[in-house]
């Protein structure tokens, strides 16, 4: 695989993303998962078969010895730019933005791994932030609540969402998973509420409104994403997410 008149579009901890020509190359640092990159791959290909309106997988190969995932590139503007550019149209933002996240848990793809899976590997990983106490809290929290299969995003904010004459396009399916939908909204309000408080209680209400769910059952999952989001070792963000894995707040 070869980048070519490329230009950097984002540059992360462990992986720096090119536009390449009509492609969209992201580059791994040495000494990552092989495997998580394959699985990422197959997550997207997967998602690819349930007819949503996104980008597609090209390649996986090597750049520069540096594993490497090629996927098509999509010309438009995200929905966040396109929220601060226009802030009188929020509201209109967020009535597509909650609409997109609707249709893709309408999907189902079988193969995805289970959310709930993934949940409790990332629980058991806190040792060093959560005491056991804690982490059997999340545990047994995450335990009753009801196992579905629909299409998770795990990562739906506007920045992944792609606006171009075409329509709209959802982005970077690196975490995609089939489980229950709430826990997906529960991480979006969360990703929201890491900017805006305001904005992230107008997604929520309606986010419930659309999908006739109780707002209660979407803050149940709030603990749980919460500490999934903490993996992420995000030092600016520690604070904050420990306030919302207080699991006593919301017994």
């Not at 699985?39 to 090209?58: D, S």
Request: charged content about 30%.
């Amino acid at each position: 695989m070869k980048l070519e008149n490329s230009k950097v579009l984002v540059g992360r901890a462990h992986k720096t993303v090119y536009q390449s020509g009509n492609s969209v190359v992201k580059v791994f640092e040495e000494g990552y998962s092989k495997a998580d990159i394959f699985n990422e791959a197959l997550n997207h290909a997967r998602v690819e078969e349930t007819g949503l309106n996104i980008p597609k997988v090209q390649e996986v190969g090597k750049v520069d010895g540096k594993w490497a995932i090629s996927i098509e590139h999509v010309e438009g503007e995200t929905l966040a730019d396109l929220m601060k550019k226009n802030p009188a149209k929020t509201d209109e933002y967020l009535e597509l933005f909650v609409d997109l996240q609707l249709q893709i848990h309408e999907k189902k793809a079988p193969l995805l791994n289970k959310l709930k899976d993934k949940l409790i590997r990332q629980i058991d990983s806190l040792k060093d932030e959560l005491d056991a106490t804690a982490r059997y809290e999340l545990h047994t929290r995450l335990d009753g609540m009801p196992k579905h299969t629909k299409v998770c995003h795990g990562d739906f904010n506007p920045t992944n969402v792609i606006i171009n004459k075409d329509g709209a396009f959802v982005i970077d399916w690196s975490h995609a998973t089939q489980g229950n939908a709430s826990a997906d909204a529960a991480m979006t309000y969360l990703l929201f509420a890491l900017e805006s408080e305001e904005l992230a209680e107008k997604y929520m209400t309606l986010f419930c409104k659309k999908s006739d769910t109780a707002k209660q059952y979407v803050q149940q999952w709030l603990p749980i994403v919460a500490a999934a989001q903490m993996t992420k070792k995000n030092d600016s963000e520690r604070d904050f997410l420990a306030k919302w894995i207080d699991v006593v707040e919301y017994q």
